[in-house]
């Protein structure tokens, strides 16, 4: 079992990338929650990379949505990219997919964020 962490960096001003890795789930989504917090805060656009997340469940997707809602609510965006295979499967099933927030690849997510304000 991979262990979970998280990598945050900026990529460019106003934009905030967060890595991450392992499981994702009730035991660590304080974690992230608190990490995306500062982000949604901070930032007026937000990543979050999940190429090396090997497990995602219902508590991990609540954390996610709701950055994604507040940051709506404040004009800014969150974008999730790379989801690994089993995670993608998960957000495919929950309809997340299909909605404009998770893409392929950082750089698809970076091109539909646009210019940070």
Request: charged share 25%; glycine share 8%.
């Amino acid at each position: 079992m991979q262990r979970f962490n998280l990598t945050v960096h900026d990529p460019r001003p106003g934009c905030r990338d967060i890595q991450v890795e392992g499981e994702l789930d009730l035991a660590v989504a304080g974690q992230l929650d608190e990490v995306l917090t500062a982000a949604v805060e901070e930032c007026s656009h937000v990543l979050v990379g999940l190429e090396r997340c090997a497990f995602i469940d219902s508590s991990g997707i609540a954390v996610i949505l709701r950055a994604h809602h507040r940051m709506e609510e404040d004009g800014n965006r969150l974008a999730v990219y790379a989801p690994a295979d089993q995670v993608k499967r998960v957000l495919s099933m929950t309809g997340l997919t299909g909605n404009g927030l998770v893409f392929a690849t950082a750089e698809e997510a970076i091109a539909a964020l646009g210019e940070p304000a």
